[in-house]
């Protein structure tokens, strides 16, 4: 079993639709990232958080310690925000390396 | 300001040869990290510098695979006598420190190794 799990693996929308990815994990963190990495393109970290909510533009990111899970909320999506997110974990302790899940691939349809 | 950069962006090896990447990372940044991204595996953790600390070699998946940092700047990850399984896009990513520290991202360098 993968230490990170991301669901759904592909998922599509209509433009100005919510979208919501999940994503869980099985070991003990230190913080949560959502990566974002376009077709071709590099890969951007869209948040890292501990604890709580966090919000910029269109995008929340939301994490729940105790249940270890995390989602991320894309509101009134566009067609630019096709892309792959990608949930990682950096351990805890001194523990720096992340962990990824394998990624949702997001498309959203004009 | 300038980011993490990566060179060659892409390489195309016979199976046997060597290949050597390199990654700049962001001016002041002590953490540096080596990633694997692969169609069958994700993305994946491979070697790890901070500072002038050991480093984190634990997920080079072989020794035919090192890497060096040098001057606490520049670094260089090395692949010895590939195999056509080493075929991925590597990228680098660099912090200004570690753990709960954002890390950001180079362009990676696409491995075809025929």
């Known amino acids: 079993k993968n230490e990170v799990e991301q669901s759904p693996q592909n998922l599509t929308a209509q433009e100005g639709e919510f979208i919501t990815i999940n994503c869980s994990y099985s070991v003990g963190i230190s913080a949560l990232h959502w990566l974002q990495q376009h077709p071709g393109g590099g890969i951007v970290s869209l948040f890292m958080l501990s604890s709580g909510k966090k919000k910029h533009g269109r995008l929340i990111a939301t994490i729940n310690i105790q249940e270890k899970h995390s989602s991320l909320h894309i509101t009134a999506s566009h067609p630019r925000d096709s892309a792959v997110y990608i949930c990682?974990?950096?351990?805890?302790?001194?523990?720096?390396?992340?962990?990824f899940g394998k990624g949702t691939l997001l498309t959203v349809n004009p | 300001g300038a980011g993490v950069s990566q060179s060659p962006s892409n390489k195309v090896t016979e199976k046997g040869k060597d290949v050597e990447l390199r990654c700049d990372p962001i001016s002041g940044h002590t953490a540096l990290y080596w990633y694997r991204q692969s169609l069958g595996q994700g993305l994946e953790f491979l070697i790890y510098f901070q500072g002038n600390s050991a480093p984190d070699k634990s997920g080079l998946p072989s020794d035919r695979f090192s890497a060096e940092r040098t001057g606490g700047s520049v670094s260089t990850l090395t692949i010895q006598r590939t195999q056509q399984e080493d075929s991925a896009v590597y990228l680098c990513?660099?912090?200004?420190?570690?753990?709960?520290?954002?890390?950001?991202f180079g362009p990676g360098t696409r491995l075809t190794v025929t």
């Open positions: 990682a974990v950096s351990g805890g302790g001194s523990n720096y390396k992340l962990t």
């Open positions: 990513a660099s912090s200004l420190a570690s753990g709960r520290i954002e890390q950001y």
